[in-house]
């Protein structure tokens, strides 16, 4: 999800060892200041020659203390904003906030499904953004294109099945071919399934499902009166996964407005809104995020006591 | 000794009477500051915490909702002297029938008693101008109440200063869900009335046009929704500091600012309101120009 608004102070210090190697457009940065991280997302690329110390697997591979198991919320929706506000505050331009935006997402994959969330959606581009300039607009799709071509082994490997949801009409034909490729080969992946909405809007969902409906009504295959709340889910976008609505929904970049997103799905959804940007979001903000949503109390209209 | 009881009360009524009137006086210069900045055309308030406000004073069953209700008059007053033209508010929801009957009826006898208010001269539906929409699904509740809300409904219907909009029975879901059937409805009916059509093949294009004419478009579901009386709000305020938006104007929010002052709703103050408003000034401009782009 792209917006721009007044910059807010961050810092991130892999960027700037970094810097050269996104501008080539290598997909994994690494910092020797911040070993750690470095460690860690050298594990991910498949051209790494340097392996984890048991003591570092064994902290990837567990939930934080501060998380409860049995708390771990089923489905996390992420309107993933601030990728513009960041590359104007380290002086760069949009198309490296973007890619420091898809570093993040894929650090949020891989901890989703270790820690054992099995939905997570993804605003990645909303019906709203076709306003953007076509060079940047290219360049997403161009980025995206490339990422699920790099990423498909990886996510066949990690048992991860790639949804998309949104208007597809509008997307170039190189993307739609591999959207549907990449679907094809990971429907029987089932650790984590991995929803990525383009061109989405929550309202378009809605229409598009009402649709369906008025096309089924009129084959006579339902009657008016048989149209309900169910028959509607079935017919969203998010009929694809079994967890359709969203448990916790998180904003990064600290704006407080939903914009669209999955309307009718976010009924009963926890929100919160994170301050960071984007490619700041990593670990600690997720936790903090699930921490907050583990301490809340869900009644759904109804009395806990 | 009573004499001298009496005189105190009677200088304590004034006194009171001279901090509300400075109270009254500096809040009125407050908007007028406020007032310098763009002003939100339509609040929407989910009213929650009434109950543990009850268990956190101490107070009996019930006595929470209506410290509610004042909370609630006040902060239509703020808001009316402000300049707010609409303000929604979530009464009941359909979940809320859930709940124990004794308390579902407690809420009931409350809010009839309180629609029933809304039609004396001294109510603030009166003194304000107010044009009141009861949004939801009517046919659940008693006939009491739904006949009073239709009462209340047709005797402010003349009113154009103001609008309030009261959701009882009501679900964002709901909302949407009769409004899809309506489209159906009327696309059906449009089609049979209009019959069936052959077409050359060579006239492709009119068949095209004629098919997108057909299709439901967003119109269709936007003006069979009964929010469709109000523009969106600007603001969404929920109390009691739970950030969710509990099937409420799920289509209508999509763009609202969400705040979600911790304070319980019959604590809910002038500080929570001018501070949301403050807030909404600060990003309004960066959005008016997203709107016009769009």
């Known amino acids: ?305 | 000794m009573a004499e001298l009881a009496g005189q105190i009360k009677r200088m304590n009524g004034g006194i009171n009477q001279l901090l509300e009137q400075i109270f009254g006086f500096s809040r009125r210069c407050l908007f007028r500051v406020i007032s310098m900045g763009p002003i939100p055309n339509h609040l929407a308030f989910i009213m929650d915490g009434n109950r543990r406000y009850a268990k956190k004073c101490g107070l009996e069953e019930g006595s929470g909702h209506k410290a509610g209700f004042s909370a609630l008059m006040l902060m239509l007053q703020y808001c009316y002297e402000l300049g707010i033209k609409y303000v929604t508010i979530y009464a009941f929801s359909i979940d809320n029938f859930r709940r124990q009957p004794e308390e579902v009826q407690c809420l009931m006898d409350l809010m009839l008693e309180k629609i029933k208010s809304l039609l004396e001269k001294e109510s603030i539906v009166h003194q304000y101008g107010i044009r009141v929409y009861f949004i939801g699904n009517l046919a659940l509740l008693n006939d009491q109440v739904r006949d009073a809300a239709e009462e209340v409904m047709k005797a402010t219907a003349k009113n154009s200063r103001v609008v309030l909009l009261i959701c009882i029975a009501y679900n964002s879901t709901d909302e949407i869900l009769q409004a899809v059937k309506k489209s159906c409805i009327n696309k059906l009916d449009n089609i049979e009335a209009s019959g069936s059509y052959k077409h050359e093949d060579s006239d492709i294009e009119a068949k095209d046009m004629e098919n997108q004419e057909k299709k439901i478009q967003l119109v269709d579901i936007e003006e069979n929704m009964q929010m469709s009386v109000a523009p969106n709000p600007d603001i969404l305020i929920r109390s009691s500091g739970e950030t969710r938006l509990s099937n409420f104007l799920l289509w209508q929010t999509g763009n609202s600012q969400l705040c979600s002052p911790a304070a319980l709703w019959p604590e809910i103050g002038l500080r929570h309101l001018v501070w949301a408003i403050l807030n909404f000034q600060r990003s309004h401009s960066y959005l008016e120009k997203r709107k016009k782009q769009l």
């Open chain 1, 1 to 305: 999800m792209l917006s721009l608004r007044v910059p807010t102070p961050t810092s991130f210090r892999r960027l700037h060892a970094g810097r050269s190697r996104l501008s080539r457009d290598c997909l994994f940065s690494y910092s020797p200041s911040f070993v750690n991280r470095g460690v860690r997302l050298r594990v991910r690329s498949t051209k790494s020659e340097v392996a984890l110390t048991p003591a570092e697997e064994e902290e990837e591979v567990t939930l934080p203390e501060e998380l409860q198991p049995e708390l771990m919320p089923k489905h996390v929706a992420i309107i993933m904003d601030g990728n513009g506000r960041w590359a104007k505050n380290q002086g760069l331009q949009p198309w490296d906030g973007h890619r420091a935006g898809v570093e993040a997402l894929k650090e949020i994959v891989e901890l989703s499904g270790r820690w054992g969330i099995q939905v997570l959606t993804v605003f990645a581009f909303s019906t709203d953004n076709w306003i953007r300039p076509r060079i940047e607009i290219d360049f997403l799709f161009s980025l995206f294109e490339r990422s699920l071509k790099s990423e498909f082994q990886n996510l066949a490997k990690n048992d991860v099945r790639i949804s998309i949801i949104g208007d597809s009409s509008k997307l170039p034909k190189s993307l739609l071919r591999l959207i549907n490729e990449v679907e094809e080969g990971t429907k029987n992946n089932t650790r984590l399934q991995l929803i990525v909405a383009v061109g989405y809007s929550g309202k378009y969902d809605v229409l598009q499902a009402c649709r369906g409906i008025a096309q089924r009504v009129k084959d006579g295959e339902i009657d008016v009166d048989e149209i309900d709340e169910g028959l509607i889910e079935q017919e969203l976008e998010t009929n694809c996964t079994e967890f359709p609505y969203p448990d916790l929904l998180i904003r990064t970049s600290g704006e407080l407005r939903v914009s669209n997103f999955l309307l009718w799905q976010l009924a009963y959804t926890e929100l919160f809104f994170a301050q960071e940007l984007w490619p700041d979001f990593g670990r600690s903000g997720y936790v903090e995020a699930l921490m907050s949503f583990q301490q809340r109390q869900r009644r759904f209209g109804g009395r806990k006591s």
